[in-house]
């Protein structure tokens, strides 16, 4: 199977399992969100945040160690096995023994159990890792999709049965630690390794060199996502929390459902090709990227105020705002958010950390100067920091890769443009919409009707060479598949 083959079909075996993941979690989310009182929700998010931060160092670079690896190694893959299980056992005593007691200390009761309970959560993912990479190195994502759905599935089914049932928070802390547990069920069975219990010194040394930098990587995106959610859940209290969380869900939901499948496939596709292959496969996957992705966001941002009271109820409208200011970021992200995986996969770890070190310290400084002005200042501030940061980050590849932000601009362009008409048409016709609709999902309906129309009339009348080349590229890989 050629790289293009490979690629495309292992970013859409990605796209289904993250979408049938996050679409279970979101409707337990958004179920959750109605039954519990917006201090109650704020208190479970604050939790499920920490164990977030806590899962990061169970992976700590991993997974692309054994992808990009020329063979693979059972002895090595061993040694990674038994090193990840140890390091994934100290985080979770970490959790169960000082971050639950700190929740006790800090707001309640409720906080140290739940932290309790959940702290077995990094202890199951670690154990995935070493299983999951031998089954995306050999492009078995189809395999992935179904033990990550059916888990995703199952778990989801059974919080909800418990939501129902008056559990509560509770109820969507069952559903974690059976997904987790299912999931390594399934990837133990289906990757076809048995790992021995035993670690060799030279092994870690490679582990250590290698992963150090991606673990800091990890640490720097989560802050990078999260920081702002932190500052307000710590200095603005529970329900701000509660508000950008929502927020936050909306535009986690799409990103992990667009981008991060497509971003997981960088590593494996293009580290293993020459220089050449692999700028031009980076500027391809910019382009079909651009055109599904933008119109997306931004559409969702447009439609933001029907969409978070349809999904979560008229308590959390005020997280409609905040949806459309986290979602309008996007065409930045879009130019940058591949980089550090494209420098990963010819082993420049080093210089992807510094990338997402540039935006970390944008979101620290940024966010902490204008939090105490409200959530809204805040992240406004934040996204004027995030296309200002760009041009910089190009510079920090390109002492690796030969790419050129001029071309990267003009590739994301027709659905830039295109995408933008599209949300000043969906945001002038929505008090027009709401006066003719009596009902809400109606005038959602007619919203995103409005913004397909609109957005595939721009294309087509005015970027119709540019859009059918990136269109036919993207529809020639998949009749290959």
């Not at 639950?100 to 409720?110: C, I, K, N, R």
């Not at 309008?328 to 550090?340: G, N």
């Amino acid at each position: 199977m050629s790289l293009k083959r490979k690629t495309a079909s292992g970013s859409i075996w990605n796209f289904l399992t993250t979408f049938t993941a996050n679409i279970i979690d979101f409707v337990v989310f958004a179920i959750l969100a109605r039954l519990l009182s917006i201090e109650d929700f704020g208190l479970l998010a604050l939790c499920l945040l920490v164990i977030e931060l806590a899962n990061i160092f169970t992976n700590v670079g991993v997974n692309q160690n054994l992808i990009q690896r020329h063979k693979w190694d059972n002895t090595f893959a061993s040694s990674t096995f038994v090193f990840i299980g140890l390091l994934s056992l100290f985080i979770s005593l970490l959790v169960g023994l000082v971050a639950a007691p700190l929740g006790l200390y800090l707001h309640s009761e409720t906080a140290f159990y739940i932290l309790l309970t959940l702290s077995i959560v990094p202890f199951l993912i670690g154990l995935q890792s070493v299983f999951a990479a031998k089954l995306e190195r050999e492009f078995r994502n189809k395999r992935i999709t179904v033990i990550r759905a059916t888990s995703s599935i199952l778990s989801g089914l059974l919080a909800i049965v418990l939501a129902f049932s008056g559990f509560g928070i509770w109820s969507l802390v069952v559903g974690r630690l059976l997904q987790s547990i299912m999931t390594l069920f399934g990837f133990f069975i289906f990757a076809h390794f048995r790992p021995t219990l035993t670690i060799k010194r030279e092994h870690t040394s490679e582990l250590y060199a290698f992963c150090l930098p991606l673990m800091w990587i990890a640490v720097l995106n989560y802050l990078n996502k999260k920081a702002a959610n932190l500052y307000t859940g710590f200095i603005l209290g529970t329900v701000d929390f509660a508000l950008i969380s929502v927020a936050s869900k909306g535009h986690e939901v799409l990103s992990q459902s667009s981008i991060s499948p497509i971003n997981k496939m960088v590593v494996p596709a293009l580290s293993r090709v020459d220089e050449e292959t692999r700028i031009d496969a980076f500027y391809k996957i910019l382009g079909v990227t651009s055109i599904f992705v933008l119109p997306a966001f931004l559409g969702l941002g447009a439609i933001a105020p029907q969409f978070i009271e349809l999904a979560f109820g008229e308590k959390f409208l005020p997280s409609a705002s905040l949806l459309t200011i986290t979602t309008s970021i996007i065409l930045a992200h879009v130019l940058v958010w591949f980089l550090p995986n494209l420098l990963i996969s010819i082993a420049q770890t080093k210089a992807a950390l510094r990338l997402n070190l540039i935006n970390v310290l944008s979101v620290l400084t940024v966010g902490v100067a204008t939090v105490w002005f409200g959530v809204e200042v805040m992240l406004i501030s934040i996204t004027v920091a995030g296309y200002m940061t760009v041009p910089l980050k190009i510079k920090v590849a390109q002492r690796h890769i030969n790419i050129k932000l001029s071309t990267m601009i003009k590739i994301i362009a027709p659905a830039a443009i295109s995408s933008c008409v599209m949300f000043l048409c969906i945001k002038l016709n929505a008090a027009n919409l709401q006066l003719l609709s009596a009902s809400l999902p109606l005038e959602l309906l007619l919203n995103i009707v409005i913004g397909a129309i609109t957005y595939t009339l721009m294309l087509v009348i005015f970027f119709f060479n540019t859009s059918r080349k990136i269109i036919l590229e993207f529809k020639n890989v998949l009749n290959k598949n």
